[in-house]
């Protein structure tokens, strides 16, 4: 079948995909630069695809995104920067929970976190600042530094960021991993052929009422149909004896 063929044979939503595509694209950006739904992107690219003028690949990742406490954390420093700013002196940890605003479960998580770092040392019911506490005070946490970066996907960590990450994933609701499907574009010489065709946008695919009442049909060309792709079966119903 000719190239000027084809195109008159194309879906609306064929035309209006057609003219977005790059090599790469991703199924999201096609929607957001056509405006169609994903069921409707879907439809075109399937149909696309059929007639040889793409090729779509599915490709799955994990994609690590803040979770409820990471957005707070990230606003609102980490549990355990927020204790270990406290202390400018020797002072409980009741004292320590109040200042730094933290719950029961914080205060934990940062007492277990500091003291595996050397970075306090509790005597007669006081907590104190160490000098390698001082060091981690005056610097930027691995586990701040990765929040920053998020999203990431898992698959491309890091040692350093791998390390933040199995840290932070052992906590309560601060870092969530998702499964994201991405199906993505490449384009094939058909498509670079019809792009040199002027591909109308507005021909008539079924014959209306309302287009017949205005002559609107007059006007405008007609699109094309394949009589020879396959479609459903039907089967007729057979007499009960």
């Not at 932070?168 to 094939?188: A, D, G, Q, Y």
Request: glycine share 4%; net charge positive; with cysteine.
């Amino acid at each position: 079948m000719d190239i000027k063929s084809i195109a008159e044979m194309l879906h609306p939503l064929e035309r209006s995909v057609i003219k977005v595509l790059r090599e790469g694209i991703e199924l999201k950006d096609i929607m957001s630069k056509t405006g169609l739904q994903e069921i409707e992107v879907m439809r075109a690219l399937q149909w696309l695809e059929n007639k040889g003028i793409i090729k779509t690949e599915l490709e799955t990742k994990e994609a690590i995104k803040l979770d409820s406490n990471g957005l707070n954390y990230l606003k609102n420093k980490l549990p355990e920067r927020r204790f270990l700013e406290c202390l400018t002196k020797e002072i409980t940890l009741k004292e320590i929970k109040e200042k730094a605003r933290l719950n029961d479960e914080e205060l934990q998580v940062s007492l277990g976190i500091l003291k595996r770092k050397a970075a306090i040392d509790i005597e007669n019911g006081k907590v104190k600042l160490t000098e390698n506490g001082k060091k981690l005070l005056s610097k930027e946490f691995l586990e701040e530094s990765f929040l920053k970066k998020l999203p990431l996907e898992s698959g491309k960590l890091s040692d350093q960021e791998k390390y933040a990450y199995n840290e932070l994933k052992k906590r309560k609701e601060i870092i969530k991993t998702n499964v994201e499907k991405l199906r993505f574009v490449s384009l094939t010489q058909l498509h670079s052929a019809l792009m040199k065709e002027k591909i109308e946008t507005n021909n008539i695919g079924m014959l209306t009422p309302e287009i017949i009442k205005s002559g609107e049909w007059k006007n405008k060309k007609f699109r094309r149909y394949d009589i020879k792709i396959n479609v459903p079966k039907s089967y007729g119903g057979r007499k009960q004896e």
